[in-house]
């Protein structure tokens, strides 16, 4: 649950972001270059803190 409730926080702040960049009119290729690095940053960063806290 820890889990869903970290990666729901994560798409709040992407998608809070891809609105940032589209208002400015930041080419559409860009928004979605930086939703999906910050995507994986979000899988990356809650995995290891799920992990950490499991041990």
């Known amino acids: 649950m820890t889990l869903v409730i970290y ?12 609105w940032g960049l589209v208002t400015l009119h930041v080419s559409q290729h860009t928004v979605a270059i930086v939703a999906v690095i ?18």
């Open 7 to 18: 990666l729901v926080g994560w798409l709040i702040l992407i998608a809070g972001i891809a």
């Open 38 to 55: 910050m995507a994986g940053i979000a899988v990356i960063t809650a995995a290891k803190r799920i992990r950490h806290r499991d041990r």
